[in-house]
Protein backbone atom coordinates (compact mmCIF):
# COMPACT_ATOMS: atom_id res chain seq x y z
CA UNK A 1 0.00 0.00 0.00
CA UNK A 2 1.75 3.34 -1.19
CA UNK A 3 0.30 6.73 0.27
CA UNK A 4 2.05 10.30 -0.87
CA UNK A 5 2.21 14.12 0.08
CA UNK A 6 1.41 16.66 -1.60
CA UNK A 7 -1.21 15.03 -4.32
CA UNK A 8 -0.49 15.70 -7.36
CA UNK A 9 3.68 16.06 -6.81
CA UNK A 10 4.94 19.12 -8.26
CA UNK A 11 7.75 19.42 -10.72
CA UNK A 12 10.73 20.42 -8.85
CA UNK A 13 9.32 20.01 -5.68
CA UNK A 14 9.26 16.91 -3.31
CA UNK A 15 6.92 14.17 -1.81
CA UNK A 16 6.76 12.55 1.27
CA UNK A 17 6.15 8.89 -0.11
CA UNK A 18 5.06 6.49 2.47
CA UNK A 19 5.18 2.36 1.51
CA UNK A 20 3.20 -0.53 3.94
CA UNK A 21 4.85 -3.29 4.24
CA UNK A 22 2.73 -5.92 5.63
CA UNK A 23 3.25 -9.54 7.07
CA UNK A 24 0.20 -11.87 6.03
CA UNK A 25 1.80 -15.14 6.45
CA UNK A 26 1.78 -17.11 10.07
CA UNK A 27 5.19 -16.77 11.09
CA UNK A 28 7.58 -14.19 11.78
CA UNK A 29 9.49 -12.25 8.54
CA UNK A 30 13.08 -12.73 10.10
CA UNK A 31 14.61 -10.08 8.06
CA UNK A 32 12.35 -7.26 6.18
CA UNK A 33 14.32 -4.57 3.83
CA UNK A 34 12.88 -2.54 1.01
CA UNK A 35 14.67 -0.64 -1.86
CA UNK A 36 13.15 2.32 -3.68
CA UNK A 37 14.43 2.50 -7.09
CA UNK A 38 13.68 6.29 -8.66
CA UNK A 39 14.40 7.08 -11.99
CA UNK A 40 13.36 9.98 -14.25
CA UNK A 41 11.99 11.96 -13.12
CA UNK A 42 12.06 10.94 -10.09
CA UNK A 43 15.53 10.69 -7.02
CA UNK A 44 15.92 10.43 -3.67
CA UNK A 45 16.99 13.46 -1.49
CA UNK A 46 20.95 13.66 -0.76
CA UNK A 47 20.00 12.62 2.73
CA UNK A 48 17.91 9.77 1.99
CA UNK A 49 18.66 5.95 2.28
CA UNK A 50 17.82 4.23 -0.77
CA UNK A 51 17.62 0.77 1.22
CA UNK A 52 15.79 0.07 4.42
CA UNK A 53 15.81 -2.37 7.37
CA UNK A 54 13.11 -3.09 9.95
CA UNK A 55 14.56 -6.39 10.87
CA UNK A 56 11.95 -8.49 12.25
CA UNK A 57 8.08 -8.46 11.14
CA UNK A 58 5.51 -10.55 13.25
CA UNK A 59 3.17 -12.33 11.08
CA UNK A 60 -0.18 -10.24 10.65
CA UNK A 61 1.84 -7.23 11.20
CA UNK A 62 3.02 -4.34 9.31
CA UNK A 63 6.31 -2.02 8.81
CA UNK A 64 6.07 1.75 7.59
CA UNK A 65 8.87 3.04 5.05
CA UNK A 66 9.26 6.91 4.98
CA UNK A 67 10.91 8.31 1.83
CA UNK A 68 11.85 12.30 0.71
CA UNK A 69 11.34 11.88 -2.88
CA UNK A 70 12.42 14.83 -5.36
CA UNK A 71 10.45 15.02 -8.66
CA UNK A 72 12.68 16.69 -11.47
CA UNK A 73 12.01 20.14 -12.70
CA UNK A 74 11.82 18.89 -16.14
CA UNK A 75 8.86 16.68 -15.28
CA UNK A 76 5.66 16.94 -17.45
CA UNK A 77 1.62 16.70 -15.83
CA UNK A 78 0.46 12.91 -15.42
CA UNK A 79 1.67 9.76 -14.48
CA UNK A 80 4.83 8.62 -13.61
CA UNK A 81 5.81 5.09 -12.04
CA UNK A 82 8.38 4.63 -9.08
CA UNK A 83 8.76 0.72 -8.09
CA UNK A 84 10.00 -0.37 -4.79
CA UNK A 85 11.90 -4.03 -4.04
CA UNK A 86 10.84 -5.88 -0.85
CA UNK A 87 11.89 -8.64 0.69
CA UNK A 88 11.40 -10.98 4.09
CA UNK A 89 15.05 -12.57 4.46
CA UNK A 90 16.67 -9.62 3.07
CA UNK A 91 17.59 -8.30 -0.31
CA UNK A 92 20.77 -10.23 -1.15
CA UNK A 93 19.66 -13.71 0.06
CA UNK A 94 17.30 -14.46 -2.88
CA UNK A 95 13.85 -13.70 -3.61
CA UNK A 96 12.09 -10.17 -3.47
CA UNK A 97 9.14 -8.73 -5.17
CA UNK A 98 8.93 -5.56 -6.92
CA UNK A 99 6.14 -3.14 -6.61
CA UNK A 100 5.32 -0.43 -9.20
CA UNK A 101 2.74 2.34 -8.20
CA UNK A 102 1.78 5.28 -9.81
CA UNK A 103 2.69 8.76 -9.20
CA UNK A 104 0.71 11.54 -9.91
CA UNK A 105 2.79 14.76 -11.18
CA UNK A 106 1.41 18.28 -11.94
CA UNK A 107 3.84 20.37 -13.71
CA UNK A 108 3.86 24.45 -13.40
CA UNK A 109 7.18 24.33 -15.48
CA UNK A 110 7.77 25.72 -19.07
CA UNK A 111 7.46 23.11 -21.86
CA UNK A 112 8.92 24.06 -25.34
CA UNK A 113 8.40 23.52 -28.76
CA UNK A 114 9.44 24.54 -31.95
CA UNK A 115 6.71 26.29 -34.28
CA UNK A 116 7.99 27.71 -37.70
CA UNK A 117 11.14 27.98 -39.41
CA UNK A 118 11.57 30.58 -41.49
CA UNK A 119 14.63 31.67 -43.69
CA UNK A 120 15.58 35.13 -45.99
CA UNK A 121 15.70 34.40 -48.65
CA UNK A 122 12.95 31.47 -48.38
CA UNK A 123 14.94 28.96 -50.40
CA UNK A 124 18.08 28.04 -48.78
CA UNK A 125 20.77 27.19 -51.28
CA UNK A 126 24.65 25.81 -51.62
CA UNK A 127 26.79 29.03 -51.73
CA UNK A 128 24.45 31.35 -49.74
CA UNK A 129 25.77 33.65 -47.26
CA UNK A 130 23.96 35.99 -44.58
CA UNK A 131 20.69 34.09 -44.46
CA UNK A 132 18.59 35.29 -42.01
CA UNK A 133 17.10 32.00 -39.91
CA UNK A 134 14.40 32.49 -38.05
CA UNK A 135 12.92 30.15 -35.21
CA UNK A 136 9.97 30.19 -33.51
CA UNK A 137 10.22 28.98 -29.76
CA UNK A 138 6.62 28.01 -28.29
CA UNK A 139 5.55 27.95 -24.38
CA UNK A 140 3.10 25.40 -24.16
CA UNK A 141 3.91 24.29 -20.43
CA UNK A 142 2.26 25.39 -17.57
CA UNK A 143 4.81 27.73 -15.90
CA UNK A 144 7.08 30.78 -17.06
CA UNK A 145 10.75 30.47 -18.47
CA UNK A 146 13.13 33.29 -17.29
CA UNK A 147 16.58 34.23 -18.69
CA UNK A 148 16.01 32.38 -21.25
CA UNK A 149 18.73 32.05 -24.05
CA UNK A 150 19.21 29.68 -27.08
CA UNK A 151 21.99 28.09 -29.27
CA UNK A 152 21.68 27.14 -32.85
CA UNK A 153 23.59 23.89 -33.27
CA UNK A 154 24.35 23.37 -37.42
CA UNK A 155 25.14 20.50 -39.19
CA UNK A 156 28.55 19.92 -41.59
CA UNK A 157 27.97 22.42 -44.48
CA UNK A 158 26.62 25.07 -42.09
CA UNK A 159 28.61 28.06 -40.06
CA UNK A 160 27.31 31.05 -38.37
CA UNK A 161 28.40 34.00 -40.49
CA UNK A 162 29.84 35.88 -37.84
CA UNK A 163 30.77 34.94 -34.56
CA UNK A 164 28.25 34.76 -31.92
CA UNK A 165 25.45 34.58 -34.74
CA UNK A 166 24.26 31.33 -33.93
CA UNK A 167 22.68 32.96 -30.04
CA UNK A 168 20.03 34.68 -28.79
CA UNK A 169 18.67 35.82 -25.81
CA UNK A 170 14.93 35.49 -25.60
CA UNK A 171 14.66 36.76 -22.03
CA UNK A 172 11.24 35.59 -20.18
CA UNK A 173 9.16 33.40 -22.36
CA UNK A 174 5.67 33.53 -20.39
CA UNK A 175 3.32 29.99 -20.73
CA UNK A 176 1.24 29.87 -23.97
CA UNK A 177 3.37 32.12 -25.60
CA UNK A 178 5.54 32.24 -28.14
CA UNK A 179 9.54 34.26 -29.27
CA UNK A 180 11.28 34.26 -32.36
CA UNK A 181 15.24 33.64 -32.56
CA UNK A 182 16.87 35.77 -35.34
CA UNK A 183 20.31 33.36 -36.64
CA UNK A 184 22.79 34.39 -39.70
CA UNK A 185 24.31 31.53 -41.22
CA UNK A 186 26.57 30.82 -44.34
CA UNK A 187 26.14 27.50 -46.21
CA UNK A 188 28.99 26.48 -48.10
CA UNK A 189 29.43 26.11 -51.66
CA UNK A 190 29.27 22.61 -52.83
CA UNK A 191 26.60 21.42 -50.28
CA UNK A 192 24.64 18.78 -51.72
CA UNK A 193 20.68 19.48 -51.83
CA UNK A 194 18.61 17.47 -48.71
CA UNK A 195 17.34 17.87 -45.21
CA UNK A 196 19.76 18.39 -42.36
CA UNK A 197 19.28 18.17 -38.81
CA UNK A 198 19.16 21.49 -36.73
CA UNK A 199 19.57 21.64 -33.34
CA UNK A 200 18.31 24.37 -31.02
CA UNK A 201 19.26 23.99 -27.15
CA UNK A 202 17.58 26.11 -24.74
CA UNK A 203 19.16 27.67 -21.46
CA UNK A 204 16.36 28.54 -18.89
CA UNK A 205 15.62 29.40 -15.31
CA UNK A 206 12.06 28.29 -14.06
CA UNK A 207 9.97 29.08 -10.90
CA UNK A 208 11.19 26.27 -8.89
CA UNK A 209 14.52 26.41 -9.80
CA UNK A 210 17.85 28.55 -8.82
CA UNK A 211 19.57 26.92 -11.56
CA UNK A 212 19.59 26.75 -15.21
CA UNK A 213 17.84 24.01 -16.91
CA UNK A 214 18.31 22.76 -20.29
CA UNK A 215 16.15 21.57 -23.38
CA UNK A 216 17.39 19.96 -26.54
CA UNK A 217 15.02 20.74 -29.22
CA UNK A 218 15.31 19.56 -33.34
CA UNK A 219 14.41 20.51 -36.44
CA UNK A 220 14.50 20.27 -40.54
CA UNK A 221 17.28 22.54 -42.83
CA UNK A 222 15.86 21.91 -46.27
CA UNK A 223 18.30 22.65 -49.12
CA UNK A 224 17.21 23.25 -52.24
CA UNK A 225 18.94 22.32 -55.68
CA UNK A 226 20.45 24.89 -57.63
CA UNK A 227 23.08 25.55 -60.34
CA UNK A 228 26.27 26.10 -59.61
CA UNK A 229 28.93 27.04 -61.99
CA UNK A 230 32.58 26.63 -62.61
CA UNK A 231 35.12 27.89 -65.21
CA UNK A 232 36.52 24.81 -66.64
CA UNK A 233 39.05 26.42 -69.12
CA UNK A 234 40.49 29.78 -70.13
CA UNK A 235 42.00 30.57 -73.43
CA UNK A 236 43.36 33.66 -74.81
CA UNK A 237 45.30 34.40 -78.27
CA UNK A 238 44.67 33.80 -81.95
CA UNK A 239 41.95 31.00 -83.22
CA UNK A 240 43.14 29.77 -86.14
CA UNK A 241 40.30 27.06 -86.30
CA UNK A 242 37.48 24.90 -84.78
CA UNK A 243 40.10 21.88 -83.41
CA UNK A 244 43.40 24.61 -83.87
CA UNK A 245 44.31 27.63 -81.10
CA UNK A 246 47.55 28.86 -80.47
CA UNK A 247 47.73 30.98 -77.14
CA UNK A 248 47.15 31.45 -73.48
CA UNK A 249 45.47 28.29 -71.93
CA UNK A 250 44.39 28.50 -68.33
CA UNK A 251 42.91 25.06 -66.92
CA UNK A 252 41.70 25.20 -63.29
CA UNK A 253 44.66 26.93 -61.45
CA UNK A 254 47.25 25.05 -63.88
CA UNK A 255 48.44 26.84 -67.21
CA UNK A 256 48.71 24.36 -70.26
CA UNK A 257 49.91 26.89 -72.43
CA UNK A 258 51.94 29.99 -72.05
CA UNK A 259 51.37 33.00 -73.06
CA UNK A 260 51.77 34.49 -76.50
CA UNK A 261 49.58 37.89 -76.28
CA UNK A 262 51.66 41.00 -77.23
CA UNK A 263 51.56 43.90 -76.78
CA UNK A 264 48.97 45.94 -79.68
CA UNK A 265 47.38 42.49 -80.99
CA UNK A 266 44.13 41.67 -81.06
CA UNK A 267 42.75 38.02 -79.90
CA UNK A 268 40.00 36.29 -78.74
CA UNK A 269 39.43 35.33 -75.09
CA UNK A 270 37.05 32.20 -74.96
CA UNK A 271 35.88 30.89 -71.39
CA UNK A 272 34.64 27.64 -71.21
CA UNK A 273 31.74 27.42 -68.26
CA UNK A 274 30.20 24.45 -66.66
CA UNK A 275 27.11 24.03 -64.56
CA UNK A 276 28.20 21.53 -61.47
CA UNK A 277 25.01 22.15 -59.51
CA UNK A 278 22.15 20.26 -59.35
CA UNK A 279 19.37 22.01 -61.32
CA UNK A 280 19.10 23.64 -64.66
CA UNK A 281 20.41 27.23 -65.08
CA UNK A 282 18.34 29.12 -67.72
CA UNK A 283 19.03 32.22 -69.88
CA UNK A 284 22.71 32.06 -69.14
CA UNK A 285 25.08 35.04 -69.77
CA UNK A 286 28.47 36.15 -68.46
CA UNK A 287 29.27 39.62 -68.54
CA UNK A 288 33.03 40.92 -68.13
CA UNK A 289 33.97 44.35 -65.55
CA UNK A 290 36.08 46.85 -67.43
CA UNK A 291 38.87 48.23 -65.47
CA UNK A 292 40.29 51.45 -66.30
CA UNK A 293 43.94 50.71 -65.63
CA UNK A 294 43.55 47.67 -67.51
CA UNK A 295 45.91 48.22 -70.78
CA UNK A 296 43.45 46.04 -72.78
CA UNK A 297 39.77 46.59 -73.93
CA UNK A 298 36.97 44.49 -75.33
CA UNK A 299 34.68 45.09 -78.09
CA UNK A 300 31.45 43.80 -76.07
CA UNK A 301 31.59 42.68 -72.45
CA UNK A 302 28.62 40.57 -72.68
CA UNK A 303 27.99 37.13 -74.22
CA UNK A 304 24.77 35.15 -74.35
CA UNK A 305 25.43 31.12 -73.49
CA UNK A 306 21.31 30.07 -72.99
CA UNK A 307 20.66 26.99 -70.82
CA UNK A 308 22.96 24.67 -69.16
CA UNK A 309 22.09 21.56 -67.69
CA UNK A 310 23.85 19.61 -64.56
CA UNK A 311 26.97 18.93 -65.62
CA UNK A 312 26.68 20.58 -68.88
CA UNK A 313 29.42 23.37 -70.40
CA UNK A 314 29.40 26.46 -72.60
CA UNK A 315 31.60 28.83 -74.23
CA UNK A 316 31.77 32.89 -73.46
CA UNK A 317 33.70 34.42 -76.42
CA UNK A 318 35.15 37.96 -76.55
CA UNK A 319 36.78 39.95 -78.70
CA UNK A 320 40.24 42.17 -77.26
CA UNK A 321 42.51 44.21 -78.30
CA UNK A 322 46.00 44.80 -76.35
CA UNK A 323 47.28 49.02 -76.26
CA UNK A 324 50.79 48.82 -77.94
CA UNK A 325 52.41 50.22 -74.59
CA UNK A 326 51.18 47.42 -72.02
CA UNK A 327 53.25 46.30 -69.12
CA UNK A 328 54.03 42.81 -69.64
CA UNK A 329 52.15 41.09 -66.75
CA UNK A 330 49.60 39.31 -65.64
CA UNK A 331 46.02 40.95 -64.97
CA UNK A 332 42.65 39.53 -63.20
CA UNK A 333 39.39 40.00 -65.09
CA UNK A 334 36.37 39.51 -62.98
CA UNK A 335 33.29 38.09 -64.08
CA UNK A 336 29.62 37.98 -63.88
CA UNK A 337 27.48 35.25 -64.28
CA UNK A 338 23.86 35.58 -64.65
CA UNK A 339 21.34 33.26 -64.73
CA UNK A 340 17.51 32.36 -64.44
CA UNK A 341 16.11 30.08 -61.64
CA UNK A 342 12.63 29.88 -62.01
CA UNK A 343 11.25 33.06 -61.77
CA UNK A 344 14.37 34.40 -59.78
CA UNK A 345 17.87 35.76 -61.02
CA UNK A 346 21.14 34.50 -59.94
CA UNK A 347 24.38 35.94 -59.67
CA UNK A 348 27.63 34.75 -59.11
CA UNK A 349 31.23 36.22 -59.22
CA UNK A 350 34.49 34.83 -60.71
CA UNK A 351 37.77 35.96 -61.56
CA UNK A 352 40.08 35.02 -64.51
CA UNK A 353 43.80 35.48 -65.37
CA UNK A 354 45.07 37.21 -68.88
CA UNK A 355 48.59 37.50 -69.13
CA UNK A 356 50.51 39.76 -71.67
CA UNK A 357 53.67 38.10 -72.19
CA UNK A 358 55.42 40.10 -75.38
CA UNK A 359 56.84 43.11 -76.45
CA UNK A 360 55.56 44.58 -80.05
CA UNK A 361 57.80 43.60 -81.99
CA UNK A 362 56.74 46.05 -84.97
CA UNK A 363 57.59 48.92 -82.43
CA UNK A 364 61.34 48.15 -81.92
CA UNK A 365 61.89 47.39 -85.64
CA UNK A 366 61.06 50.64 -86.11
CA UNK A 367 63.16 51.98 -83.53
CA UNK A 368 66.06 50.33 -84.94
CA UNK A 369 65.98 52.20 -88.24
CA UNK A 370 65.52 55.61 -86.84
CA UNK A 371 68.65 54.92 -84.37
CA UNK A 372 70.74 53.80 -87.39
CA UNK A 373 70.03 56.87 -88.95
CA UNK A 374 70.88 59.53 -85.98
CA UNK A 375 74.42 57.25 -85.79
CA UNK A 376 75.07 57.63 -89.02
CA UNK A 377 74.12 61.56 -89.35
CA UNK A 378 75.94 61.85 -86.16
CA UNK A 379 79.42 60.33 -87.69
CA UNK A 380 78.85 62.08 -91.03
CA UNK A 381 78.91 65.54 -88.53
CA UNK A 382 81.85 64.43 -86.69
CA UNK A 383 83.98 63.24 -89.74
CA UNK A 384 83.26 66.86 -91.43
CA UNK A 385 84.04 68.81 -88.84
CA UNK A 386 87.44 66.76 -88.48
CA UNK A 387 87.48 67.15 -92.49
CA UNK A 388 87.82 71.06 -92.28
Same mark, same amino acid.
Given at each position: ?? #?? &? ?20 ? &????? /? ?20 ? /? ?15 ? /???? $? ?69 ? #? ?25 ? *?????? #?? $? ?53 ? $???? !? ?44 ? *? #? ?20 ? &? ?39 ? $? !? ?6 ? &? ?29
Amino acid at each position: MV #KY &EPFPAEAGGYFDLFVKAENLGF &EVAEN /VECELDPYFPFSLDPNEEARKS /VGKLPAKDYALFEYKVR /VDPN $AVDGDNELEIRCSDDGLDNGFSVVETFVINVESKNPQFEIGLVKSLPEEIKAGLEDVKLTVELQNIGEGDA #KLTTVKLQLPEGFVPSTSYSNYYNLGN *VEKDSL #KE $AVFYIDIEENLKAGTYPGVLEVRYKNANSQEYLEKILFFDLNVKPSPSFVIEEVR $AGTQ !TGSDSFTGYIVKGSEVVSPSTISQGSRGELRITLSNDGEEEAKSVS *V #KIFRDSTHPFDFDEIYDFIGNL &EPGESSDAVFDFEIEGNAILKKYLIDLEIRYLEGNEVGTER $A !TIPFEIAR &EDLGNVLIYIPVAVVVIIAASIVLWKKRKK
